[in-house]
């Protein structure tokens, strides 16, 4: 922490302390100048104390605390060195922003407006990185200090990785289904609707594929609850591998049913989603399911669809992919149906 001079200035005191040993020498001292001389020895230590006490309180705050001018940290307590993953006596001279892996811009805007004495309506929350790679999330808030000279500012920092990992678990036990893994109904609904509402697909071409696990409450009575969950991670595990859905694709899986799915295409070309679909299909149908009770194959039907300009919201074009899965079943199961609206298209390059 930057020190701040109390009593008698540094200079001053000085001269003071030759006068005093240049009378002493001589034998005389004039009482008021030895007192003088007391009172800003006494200031001083004073001054340094209170320091050392401040410093002891800011270490036993539960949170980080900096103190910033705009070149760089001048006071670091002992919660930010550990959060920042830097012994305390090595955090003074650096810049708060060169810790910072996202989010640097918002938390320079948010000093920025600190060094003018405003305070941001909202804290932000960024990422740092530590020494030996390890990823921790703050929660940061800057206010300006009322001292003379420099502008300087404070740094409140919350560590909240932990608070974030149950955050981000929670949100995927929400959108996910639990015994595929894939997202579930109401997440895949709600990127639907998203999707019919986004200008950028507006004109695109979206496709939708429902799928249905045919005579699947006879694997059930005959193998087994345990082998039907079997047969549809095993399902969700085919599927997956055809369509490459990753953490990159912006293709939607998702269980929307007992035994049913679907599968949302923003953007491909008709042919293609076709030609996948009934890959699904086949890869399907070849593969044996091995469970406790013993060994089948399970087959699916499946309905497409393509997004029209008449499809009024997402809801309906969903029920035109209804329809046409509702016709793969008549027509005798483990078959593509296409829309009959879509068909022609369908079979376009």
Not at 259 to 265: K, P
Not at 269 to 285: D, G, H, S, Y
């Amino acid at each position: 922490m930057s020190r701040r001079p109390g009593g008698l200035e540094g200079g001053r005191l000085e001269r003071v302390r030759t006068a005093s040993r240049r009378l002493r020498s001589s034998g005389i001292l004039l009482n008021e100048d030895h007192q003088a001389l007391e009172a800003a020895e006494l200031s001083k230590q004073t001054l340094v104390d209170t320091q050392q006490r401040m410093g002891m309180m800011l270490d036993l705050m539960p949170m980080g605390f900096l103190i910033h001018t705009k070149q760089g940290i001048i006071f670091g307590n002992q919660e930010a060195a550990r959060l920042l993953q830097v012994p305390q006596n090595e955090v003074v001279g650096r810049h708060f922003l060169d810790f910072l892996t996202t989010n640097a811009e918002a938390a320079a805007k948010q000093m920025g407006e600190a060094f003018h004495g405003r305070v941001s309506e909202e804290p932000t929350e960024a990422e740092i990185r530590t020494a030996g790679g390890q990823a921790r999330t703050i929660k940061l808030i800057a206010g300006a200090l009322p001292w003379e000279g420099n502008a300087v500012v404070q740094l409140l920092l919350q560590g909240i990785t932990d608070l974030k990992t149950i955050q981000d678990r929670l949100h995927l036990l929400a959108v996910t289904d639990e015994l595929t893994g894939v997202f579930n109904r109401r997440h895949a609904f709600t990127i639907g609707h998203r999707l019919f509402k986004s200008e950028k697909t507006a004109s695109g071409t979206v496709a939708l594929a429902v799928l249905y696990v045919d005579h699947f409450k006879r694997v059930n009575d005959t193998f087994g609850h345990s082998a039907g969950d079997t047969a549809l991670s095993a399902l969700t595990q085919t599927i997956q591998k055809v369509i490459g859905v990753d953490a990159l694709s912006d293709v939607t899986f998702a269980r929307v049913g007992g035994e049913e799915f679907m599968i949302l295409f923003p953007a491909s070309a008709p042919k293609a989603v076709f030609e996948m679909c009934e890959e699904i299909r086949k890869e399907v149908e070849l593969r044996p399911i091995l469970s406790t009770s013993g060994t089948f194959r399970i087959a699916v039907s499946i309905g497409v669809a393509l997004r029209k300009a008449s499809d009024s919201s997402f809801d309906t074009f969903y029920s035109r992919a209804d329809k046409a899965l509702y016709r793969a079943k008549l027509a005798g199961r483990n078959r593509v149906h296409v829309d009959e609206a879509d068909y022609q298209l369908s079979k376009m390059a």
